[in-house]
């Protein structure tokens, strides 16, 4: 059977419904967005062959770059907002009372879909009898902001919402890796002399530091083509003020049936995001994965 296990044929074979499957659902449509960036098409009619028209349109479209920046901002605030996730992770694993009770409510939002957090948060912002601004004016604001309308402010009303949507997904993962960490460690640095903070900073992250590094990735790829929430909430408004390279994306595609140039910038989202991820993975490697 051992035998049997180590053959690269059968393995091959053992693997290939996953590849197939792979290949049908994530391979074969992003090698067909970069074909089509290089036509002028609909999206019905016949395509027709420009050549990299499209990709050096998108180089010179400052609108795109603007959502780029975007974008970039929303990976920032995702990456930042890990360490707040990863503090609560630790007062939630550090056997507090009441523990159990606050990481299933850290975990509703996930359980609600993109829309109805959109909905649910363009009620906050309401400014007319909005909770926040109910608030506001409880402290005596006589002109409260419109949240998701002022182009200065909008970007980061929304991302709220969004750090608040996924805060239970990265507790739940920090939550896990700290729970995996042995009680011996932690008992020997009680021991020690060792601080509470000492044994977090000095002993805990230094040992879940690769699911951290995971994270990180995970919240900046998932910033950079973040789509439906803001798409629902805002529709990239006021005046392209909250617009991301997704929702450029999708406006060009099916809103202006401008599938060729539309396929350019999502095939630009693509290499955009996979040069940041690789960036990402290099800085934070250690010594021993550099060799590799």
Sequence with gaps: MN???????????????????????IFIPLILTGYYGLMKWDGIGAMQFIGLENYQRVIQDMRFWDSAKHSFLLAVFSTLSLIIYLLISMILASKIKGADLLRKLYLIPMLLS???????????YNPANGM???ILAWFGVENPPLWLANPDIVLYSIFIPILWQYAGFYILIYYAALKGIPDSIVEAAKIDGASPFQIAYRIKLPLIMGIVKVTVVLAVVGSLKYFDLIYVMTGGGPNGASEVMASYMYKLAFGQNNFGYGSAVGFMLLLITLIVTYIIRKVTANKEELQY
């Design 3 to 25: 035998r049997v296990m180590s053959n690269k044929w059968f393995i091959t074979l053992y693997l290939l419904p996953a590849l197939l499957l792979v290949g049908i659902l």
């Design 132 to 134: 926040l601004n109910t």
């Design 114 to 124: 993109s829309v109805a957090i959109a909905q649910l948060w363009i009620k906050v």
